[in-house]
């Protein structure tokens, strides 16, 4: 069979559902609900950081869990410090940030700030334990990081009540690594399909003190905060195409072993 | 010209999909109009970014008398213009100045952080659970899962000890391991799975929805 | 006149002050204690006093201070009832603060405590609590260390077999009866990765045995710099043979850099070439899938090794042999003997063995009701 | 000069990194966050190493007219369009945000989404339970499969409606990730983590030298 007829039945498999919306209930996991509980129970005016790690590549998965993450801290009147240790990122952080803020009437400077990108992700992890402002010294608008309202009271990790990894690559083990151990920082991740099982270690020993896995937790988070968006939609459709995969795996396998024995 | 970046977007995205046909010029073209611009955004953003917050600013204010203290900084700074040298092919050498410099700090702090984050909070956390079970705060269930947690950790182990023979008890312990790292990578698997057809659908939801406005 | 009056007013205050206070049980904090914070760069020092009984009616603590010859003032928020420690974070170093803690009511009643003797902050040379953390990262090092040394001084180190290493002969062989050729791919790194240089030390043995049987070995790189080092090391190894008049160099050339053309330039090698034999050793990215694919479909036996943890699961799904992860390396440093990676190996086998130990102790000793490995292993910061 | 200064450099940064994390001692602290700053500062200069690179490769397969150089020049277009707008006019410029919201963040989503593409096709043709392992391997990516979408609790609970358990689908999933898994991966932590610090250990005492590069 050609391979090019296995991928117009992928894209039929996307595209059909996507045309005829499917709603299926999505259960929620527990190191998700473990985030959420956690952010439910931050006294309001707590400061939370919010990494966007990830480039364009990631933001099919990532983007919805960063939206629901926003609507629930400007909710709750938690504060978010965004920033990014991924160039890439850059442009696609401070855009959702500014729709969700537009959203919710979220104040730029007093609710939120985007501090942007700096290049070095260890050495930008350890220097912020000391102080955010010799790292950051102005936001990614170029004001100065003392003299924004929000950052008044807030040195280094001592004042964050938590840190958000949002990561497609290794900076979760990084910012792990140099910020959990050394600073204290209380950490959680919302990572891609590729990473979610190197988390699991991570989540018992309390390292991570919660996890979104993938577009499955960004429905289950959408579920969550009670706001339907892509995540819940998207997540319905990869039903679609789970079943085709593993009808694919099931039927090649059935025929490799039918090869096999005759061949015996 | 939202309308027109729209357009743009989608008919890039046509391009690269292209390559499922096989490979051709329109996916040539894409693919090395995506190295450019993505090559170009990086070296943009580690200038204003990067370069400009860490190395002009503080050389400026150096320069100028501003801070004295950054004076100092001017030591940093140097080092980090050796990289240049790369671009002169009788001084390449010099960039290893700078090179060992950040690779020796990256290995100083790694040492002590990677030995607490990953080995002693790992083991401790492997230990844990018995705790637990010694308070009797466990269910049986629990005490399963915490056995089978250190058979699992203590067998994956086995299977990459290099040094000794895979003979006897710990051929066992390392087929046991091994059967362990398939689950692993199976989960992975099946995890990657689902990412890589969430990229898949998003990129439909975009060219149907924004581009041809078929979905409401 | 007036002044009796105001002493009068002030004595009736603080008798009814002290009243209320005692009426409704109040006793001062006690054993109140203020020293230097152990293991802090000096600039905090630590109260500590003994929590009221479970019945008073207090609703909090203020802590006040007074620098020698001074007032006492009060420092930070009122803090809630049950606290038993306070760090002073705001103080000047060298200086000698004595504190006073202060218990509030419900009813705002105060009641002080007696005054600590003064205490200062000082910075210390070697955080105590990191003692073990500290000894394992000397232990570990001289592991590794004491092995590079006896693997250069000429010691033999044992590596274990390693299954994917062993099927080369026979993937060589079955191609030389096929009277196919051989492919092999350093996958996507460049020349200084670690993963690269592991697979051109797998690449020269590989070599050795094609120069042997004179089949033809297909080399498709994506870096010019790493096309280059094959080049190098083939003709090496066909040379070590003495058969240099074997060694063609075109079959090792320069694919693209691009990741899916690559790839795809590879796969087409596949489909044309039907190569019996398949290796895929080194860095792979996304583009592990289409190789591993192409390379089942045409029937070659597959060898795959990488340390790309993410493509593991596809390349053994798909191959006959893998090497994963670490394994890469072993291979390479069994078959490069070179000391500084057997060495480390041991090394690290011996850092291995030491997890080990303390996982099976420290469960055994849990079990037990003894929390010692837990207590060592502990998080201090 | 050439190898022995860039050695002693890297030992020098690497010692202090290491013994500063165990000196509380204001002295070494300060010494510990100058370290870091310097390190800061050096790496945006980093950038020009994978610059260079990338521009000295395509220049050299326009120069050898290596086959499809034309689309090398392209690379350049990117490049210079992204830098002409994004160095004078800062990232936030609109025009500068257009092309990464229009070229780069499309092309980039799109690139990786042609995997799931790739996966069913590997799905059918290549990927076989020839082996225990490899069973074990894909029986487990199965599960997970389904329970990471709702429809596998849907089979689950229609199918197996007698079973007491509800959802058992994504029930099966969590399970796997939380036990078998979670003790494979944390013995390639460990495993993983064991080989990063005795990395550092040689680079720091100088045994491992190949971040020199060749040459004397």
């Not at chain 1, 991928?7 to 709603?23: E, G, S």
């Not at chain 1, 990614?140 to 990790?157: C, F, H, L, R």
């Not at chain 3, 191959?319 to 000391?339: F, K, M, N, Q, V």
């Not at chain 3, 090394?347 to 849990?366: A, H, S, T």
Request: with cysteine.
């Amino acid at each position: 069979m050609d391979r090019r007829f296995v991928y117009i039945l992928v894209a039929l498999a996307v595209i059909i559902p996507m045309l005829f919306r499917v709603n299926l209930p999505v259960s929620v996991s527990e190191p998700t609900q473990k985030l959420y509980d956690y952010i439910e129970a931050l006294p309001s005016d707590s400061t939370i950081i919010l990494a966007f790690d990830y480039g364009p590549s990631s933001l099919a998965e990532l983007n919805p869990m960063a939206k629901s993450l926003l609507r629930q801290c400007f909710d709750n009147d938690v504060r978010v410090i965004a920033l990014t240790l991924y160039p890439d990122g850059t442009t696609l952080a401070s855009t959702l940030i500014q729709e969700i803020a537009e959203e919710k009437g979220a104040v730029d400077g007093e609710d939120y700030v985007f501090l942007g990108f700096r290049p070095g992700a260890t050495q930008v992890i350890l220097g912020m334990g000391s102080d955010i402002s010799s790292v950051f010294e102005t936001d990614y608008s170029g004001k100065a990081t003392t003299e924004i309202p929000m950052m008044k009271d807030i040195t280094n990790y001592a004042q964050i009540s938590l840190l958000i990894d949002l990561a497609s690559g290794s900076s979760t083990e990084v910012w792990i690594t140099y910020a959990n151990v050394q600073y204290n920082l209380q950490i959680a991740a919302g990572v891609t399909g590729v990473i979610i099982s190197q988390m699991y270690p991570y989540l018992q020993t309390g390292q991570l003190v919660g996890l979104i896995s993938g577009i499955l937790g960004a429905a289950e988070y959408e579920r969550l905060i009670d706001v339907p968006a892509k995540g819940m939609l998207w997540i319905n459709i990869e039903s679609f195409v789970h079943l085709l995969i593993v009808g694919l795996v099931v039927a090649g396998n059935i025929i490799f072993f039918n090869q096999r024995r005759r061949e015996e | 010209m939202e309308l027109f970046g729209i357009w743009v977007a989608a008919l890039l995205t046509l391009c690269i999909y292209s390559f499922l046909y096989q490979d051709n010029p329109f996916y040539r073209f894409a693919e090395h109009l995506y190295v450019g611009i993505s090559v170009g955004y990086g070296i943009v953003l580690s200038i204003h970014q990067g370069l400009i917050p860490f190395a002009f600013k503080p050389f400026w204010a150096a320069v100028t008398g501003e801070s004295l203290i950054g004076l100092v900084k001017l030591i940093p700074i140097g080092v980090g213009l050796l990289f240049f040298a790369r671009l002169s092919p009788g001084h390449t050498w010099l960039i290893r100045y700078p090179i060992a410099i950040l690779i020796g700090f990256g290995s100083g702090v790694a040492i002590p952080n990677v030995l607490r984050a990953n080995i002693f909070e790992q083991t401790r956390g492997t230990i844990e659970p018995f705790a637990a079970m010694h308070a009797g705060t466990l269910s049986g269930w629990g005490v399963f899962e915490a056995v089978l947690m250190v058979v699992g950790v203590v067998c994956t182990l086995t299977y990459f000890f290099f040094s000794v023979e895979h003979r006897g008890p710990v051929k066992w312990l390392s087929k046991v391991g091994i059967a362990f790292l398939m689950i692993g990578f199976g989960s992975a698997f099946g995890n990657t799975v689902m990412g890589r057809v969430a990229l898949l659908i998003q990129r439909a939801d975009f060219l149907l929805g924004d581009w041809l406005n078929l979905i409401s | 006149m007036r002044k009796t009056i105001r002493c009068l007013l002030v004595y009736l205050v603080l008798c009814i002050g002290i009243s209320t206070a005692f009426s409704q049980g109040l006793t001062p904090p006690s054993n109140v204690t203020a020293m230097d914070t152990p293991n802090d760069d000096g600039s905090s020092i630590t109260i500590k006093w003994e929590a009221a009984p479970e019945r008073s009616s207090i609703s909090g603590y203020q802590i006040l201070r007074r620098i020698a010859g001074g007032g006492l003032e009060e420092i930070g928020a009122l803090l809630p009832a049950g606290t038993t420690t306070y760090v002073d974070s705001s103080i000047e170093k060298g200086s000698a603060y004595a504190y006073v803690v202060r218990a509030v009511t419900e009813t705002e009643a105060t009641v002080d405590s007696e005054e600590t003797a003064p205490a200062k902050g000082t910075g210390e040379l070697f955080h105590t609590g990191k003692i073990p953390l500290f000894i394992a990262m000397i232990l570990f090092s001289a592991g590794i260390v004491w092995n590079i040394y006896y693997a250069r001084s000429g010691k033999e180190i044992f590596v274990r077999r390693i299954p994917g290493l062993e099927a080369v002969d026979e993937a060589i062989g079955r191609a030389t009866e096929m009277g196919r050729s051989i492919l092999y791919s350093l996958g996507l790194g460049r020349v200084e990765e670690v993963p690269t240089i592991a697979s051109m030390t797998i690449l020269g043995q590989v070599a050795r045995r094609t120069a042997d049987y004179e089949t033809p070995l297909h080399v498709p790189c994506r870096d010019p710099i790493v096309t280059n080092v094959v080049r190098e090391v083939v003709r090496t190894s066909y040379l070590d043979e003495g058969r240099p008049d074997a060694y063609n160099e075109d079959n090792i050339f320069f694919l693209t850099e691009s990741q899916f053309a690559y790839a795809a330039g590879v796969a087409g090698i596949m489909t044309r070439e039907k190569p019996a034999a398949i290796f895929l050793q080194g860095q792979f990215f996304a583009e592990s899938l289409i190789l591993a694919e192409t390379g089942n479909s045409i029937g070659a036996i597959q060898i795959a090794g990488t340390d790309s943890e993410h493509q593991l699961p596809f390349f053994i799904a798909s191959c006959d042999y893998t090497l994963i992860g670490e394994e890469l390396y072993a291979a390479s440093a069994y078959l490069s003997r070179e000391p500084m990676l057997l060495g480390s190996l041991r090394g690290q086998d011996w850092g291995k063995f030491l997890i080990f130990v303390l996982m099976i102790l420290g469960v055994v000793l849990e079990l037990a009701g003894v929390n010692w490995i837990t207590t060592l292993l502990q998080r201090v910061s | 000069m050439r190898r022995q200064v860039p050695l002693i450099l890297c030992f020098v940064f690497g010692i202090v990194m290491i013994f500063t994390q165990f000196s509380p001692h204001s002295v070494s602290q300060t010494l510990y966050q100058e370290v870091i700053s310097w390190a800061l500062i050096i790496s945006p200069f980093a950038l020009v190493l994978a610059t260079t690179t990338l521009i000295q490769t395509h220049v050299t397969r326009i120069r050898r007219r290596t086959e499809h150089w034309q689309y090398s020049f392209l690379v350049f277009v990117g490049i210079i369009t992204m830098v002409v707008i994004g160095v004078p006019f800062g990232p936030q410029n609109q025009v500068f945000e257009w092309f990464y919201t229009h070229v780069q963040v499309p092309m980039d989503a799109t690139m990786f989404s042609l995997l799931a593409f790739f996966i069913a096709s590997a799905a059918y043709r290549a990927f076989r339970a020839r082996t225990f392992e490899a069973s074990l391997l894909l029986i487990t990516a199965l599960i997970v499969m389904m329970g990471n979408v709702p429809v596998g609790d849907l089979i689950w609970n229609t199918v197996l409606s007698w079973l007491p358990l509800e959802d058992g689908a994504s029930g099966a999933r969590q399970w796997i990730l939380n036990n078998p898994n979670l003790s494979a991966r944390r013995g390639i932590i460990l495993g993983v983590s064991l080989g990063v610090i005795s990395q550092s250990i040689r680079i720091i005492l100088g045994i491992e030298r190949t971040y020199l590069g060749g040459g004397d």
